[in-house]
């Protein structure tokens, strides 16, 4: 079955940095697009980035200038690098991986995606 494992979070203070991976299994991972989204305890869910197997990208307003999503076809693995974080940016992120083909819709409409177990974001001012 497909699983997805997100790792590389945890504590950092504001304007530090991150690199989240997320290691896909039991997909063809090249043909999927895949995206990052984060949810805070009684917040709604929020996509952050997404990239579709093309290479498309597509971010979320408030993270256009300082996360970047990247993916490794080679490794199966899925990126998101943070930089400039700030106490708002502290919460889980999750991985996705979606059969759609449109960037931005694989960010807003994340109907069927497959989900990771999310990994923790601390950032301390």
């Known amino acids: 079955q497909v699983q997805l494992v997100e790792s590389g979070g945890g504590s950092v203070q504001a304007g530090g940095s991150l690199r989240l991976s997320c290691a896909a299994s039991?997909?063809?991972?090249?043909?999927?697009?895949m995206a990052w989204f984060r949810q805070a305890p009684d917040k709604e869910r929020e996509g952050v980035a997404s990239?579709?197997?093309?290479?498309?990208?597509f971010y979320t307003t408030s993270v256009k200038d300082r996360l970047t999503i990247s993916r490794d076809n080679a490794k199966n693995t899925l990126y998101l690098q943070m930089n400039s974080l700030n106490p708002e940016d502290a919460t889980v992120y999750y991985c996705a991986a979606s059969t759609g083909s449109v960037a931005w819709r694989v960010l807003k409409r994340p109907d069927n995606h497959v989900w990771g177990q999310g990994t923790q974001v601390t950032v301390s001012s």
């Open positions: 039991g997909l063809t991972f090249s043909t999927y697009s």
């Open positions: 990239i579709t197997s093309d290479g498309f990208k």
